[in-house]
């Protein structure tokens, strides 16, 4: 069978990707603490997460083209019942409230610590952005991981080739990637499981509607698919860029250590690609958080985005990241939960 990876497939690959990578993503922090921390068996841990990627990721689309479903809200409603729908969409609407406003606190801590600017400007700049963005719905949305997916994954295969290239097997630190056998515990099989889990947790915001709007399910299968092989990809690459630093663990940004091993030009390039995967995760974001709330209650699009950004920014000011620490794994099982009833989906009435 032919495959044709059209424009809908590639929308849909590259929304995806650029709605599950963020900061910490980019960083090279959180695959440190799901994945790299148990050396070569992290990258079995890869594996297995690339396969959740690609199979959780399509079945959340080809759901919500099938059941019409406009929004996450409908989603868990068809899940769950109405009452176990509502609860659930609370939670994640909260969270999602909470990571977003994260994100733009991590904008402006980015100009602030490495650009030299006012962290309330740099918030402020990507307030605008994302409104001009999104006065365009869902093809913004596309065009904005259009381009930035790309441009991403062209930088971290660039910054593993300069660090791994020629390769041998020795250029990878052996103690870190490969432990011994004492140091295998039950966080390689239940990590994996739990980092998709939340991932996809978030990522239904805007899955669904992209899914709904989608004409053909050939191309929410494809674009699932390959969405979820570039995120496998993307985790195995910066997997080896940080196992090559000694006690890569006990750093909070990971990837620099890399980049100062490879040019000090990568570093700006770096900057760059981190404020451009917050950007993308704070759009898509916003965008499910609009769908959401749109299917409740019908208000103007462009109002409905600049009353959630203004909401975002007080809380970023205010200070959030303690909670997150509870809600994430919380918010992980439950979508454990989410992902099992998939296997099964409800028919509305």
């Known amino acids: 069978m032919k495959i044709n990876f059209n424009k809908d497939v590639r929308n849909i690959a590259f929304t995806y990707v650029g709605t599950v990578i963020g900061a910490g993503f980019a960083t090279g922090k959180?695959?440190?603490?799901?994945?790299?921390?148990?050396?070569?068996?992290?990258?079995?841990?890869?594996?297995?997460?690339?396969?959740?990627?690609?199979?959780?990721?399509?079945?959340?689309?080809?759901?919500?083209?099938?059941?019409?479903?406009?929004?996450?809200?409908?989603?868990?409603?068809?899940?769950?019942?109405?009452?176990?729908?509502?609860?659930?969409?609370?939670?994640?609407?909260?969270?999602?409230?909470?990571?977003?406003?994260?994100?733009?606190?991590?904008?402006?801590?980015?100009?602030?610590?490495?650009?030299?600017?006012?962290?309330?400007?740099?918030?402020?700049?990507?307030?605008?952005?994302?409104?001009?963005?999104?006065?365009?719905?869902?093809?913004?949305?596309?065009?904005?991981?259009?381009?930035?997916?790309?441009?991403?994954c062209a930088f971290i295969v660039a910054v593993f080739i300069n660090s791994h290239l020629p390769f041998t097997f020795h250029d990878i630190a052996v103690n870190n990637i490969l432990p011994s056998f004492k140091g295998i515990n039950y966080t390689i099989f239940t990590k994996p499981i739990t980092y998709v889990c939340l991932n996809m947790a978030l990522a239904q915001a805007v899955l669904v509607p992209?899914?709904?709007?989608?004409?053909?399910?050939?191309?929410?299968?494809?674009?699932?698919?390959l969405g979820g092989l570039i995120l496998g990809i993307i985790l195995f690459l910066i997997h080896l860029n940080v196992s090559t630093v000694i006690n890569f663990q006990h750093y909070e940004i990971p990837m620099v250590e890399v980049i100062k091993q490879v040019h000090p030009l990568f570093y700006y390039f770096f900057l760059m690609v981190i404020l451009a995967e917050i950007f993308t995760t704070l759009v898509g974001n916003i965008y499910g958080m609009s769908r959401q709330i749109q299917s409740v209650i019908k208000l103007n699009n462009n109002l409905l985005v600049i009353v959630l950004l203004v909401c975002c920014l007080i809380i970023s000011v205010i200070g959030y990241a303690p909670l997150l620490t509870f809600l994430y794994p919380l918010i992980g099982w439950i979508s454990f939960f989410i992902i099992l009833t998939l296997l099964k989906p409800k028919k509305s009435t």
Do not use: D
């Open 210 to 225: 992209i899914g709904s709007e989608c004409k053909e399910k050939s191309s929410i299968i494809y674009g699932g698919l």
């Open 30 to 152: 959180e695959i440190v603490e799901f994945f790299s921390i148990n050396g070569v068996y992290g990258a079995i841990g890869i594996v297995f997460a690339t396969i959740l990627f690609c199979w959780f990721g399509t079945k959340i689309m080809m759901i919500a083209h099938t059941y019409n479903l406009k929004s996450a809200q409908q989603f868990n409603t068809l899940l769950f019942g109405e009452l176990g729908g509502n609860i659930i969409n609370g939670l994640l609407f909260f969270v999602l409230l909470g990571v977003t406003s994260v994100m733009l606190s991590g904008a402006g801590a980015v100009f602030k610590n490495y650009l030299q600017f006012n962290s309330i400007i740099g918030s402020l700049l990507f307030i605008l952005l994302t409104f001009l963005v999104l006065r365009k719905g869902t093809s913004g949305l596309f065009s904005l991981n259009n381009t930035v997916v790309p441009i991403m």
